[in-house]
């Protein structure tokens, strides 16, 4: 989830560090405050931004990413999941 007051060098590191440990499945999504009780969102980033993310994503060897305002975890998690395994048989 981004918008949460993360800063480039830290989204940038996380990034690194998760293809550090070959995770090639990445879901970035806009944080929603889901009550007043939670924290609140420090920004809201545009679809433009979500797309951008995704290339360098692509670009740093991710193989399957979705990236987008209402992206969540789970989204589309089927279709990512079957290329997945296409890709790494026996994983």
């Known amino acids: 989830m981004l918008g949460l007051g993360e800063t480039t060098e830290e989204l940038l590191e996380t990034l690194a560090d998760l293809r550090a440990v070959d995770c090639d499945t990445l879901t970035l999504g806009q944080y929603l405050t889901p009550t007043l009780k939670h924290i609140p969102v420090a920004r809201y980033l545009p ?45």
């Open 47 to 91: 679809p433009e931004e979500f797309d951008a993310l995704a290339v360098l994503a692509r670009s740093l060897g991710f193989r399957q990413v979705a990236s987008g305002p209402f992206v969540r975890s789970s989204y589309h998690a089927d279709e990512m999941v079957d290329v997945h395994a296409d890709a790494h048989p026996g994983a």
